[in-house]
């Protein structure tokens, strides 16, 4: 089934498009914004528009063909834009698209929530695996 | 350089937890948070109690074991709480603690943006499809 007949499968009544229906398109759009690698990505591009490597160093422990994977679907999705330089030798910028910016903005909320709150995770954590005999 | 960098330039403490760093425990979570099922977990139990089998009906497509780890992951990181009821057979449910309602929260208001935006990301993957011949 393409993308189009999914989208057309879920008809008028319910909302267009449902990351929880296994076929519907907004399901592989999500896991490219929240992957491992693709949330991370986003998260760097945003408010800054930066050469290839420049990213690798920003997401610590990415490899080579991983981000430039990540970069692919991105820029497919259009959340990144790539913009090759003709010089010699060239030179390519990535940078989120304002859609991208928008994607970014509330991962970025996410991204936050997080780290502000994983003293609780750890202590979650702690209890889980102490009750637990760990 | 991101917010919590040039928060930590301008008062000298450095930001305790950050995703970007390879070691930092906050990737794990945010990994259990956004990974393919544990958003849709999240996001199925905003708001919700339910058992495993409602559970596995509403994740479209994730399998038994996937969906177990799943929970395992959020319960251990303090999102989910799993209560066993004593009665024959035993009855399980599963809902969001406090901080899992706040991170559901976030992780539906990007679900919400990705669906809505669903027809943008379709004609940018048409653009770059068509752009390659494919």
Redesign the interface.
């Known amino acids: 089934m393409s ?2 007949e999914a ?1 057309t499968e879920l008809d008028g009544s319910a ?8 076929q519907c ?2 399901r592989g ?3 490219h ?4 690698w693709g ?2 990505t986003l ?2 591009l ?1 408010g800054n528009r930066l050469r290839f490597n420049e990213l690798r160093r ?4 990415v490899s080579e063909k991983m981000l430039s994977q990540t970069l692919h679907a991105l ?5 990144v834009h790539r913009e090759a330089q003709p010089t010699n030798p060239p030179r390519v910028d990535y940078e989120l698209t304002p ?1 991208g910016h ?2 970014a903005g ?2 970025l ?3 936050q ?6 003293p ?6 702690g ?3 102490g009750a637990r005999g760990a």
């Open positions: 993308e189009a989208a909302p267009p498009f449902d990351v929880f229906a296994r398109p907004s759009t999500l896991e914004v929240t992957g491992r949330s991370l998260g760097a945003s920003r997401v610590d422990g820029e497919r999705d259009g959340l859609l928008e994607v509330r991962l909320g996410l991204i929530l997080v780290e502000g709150r994983m609780e995770v750890l202590d979650a954590r209890r889980y695996d």
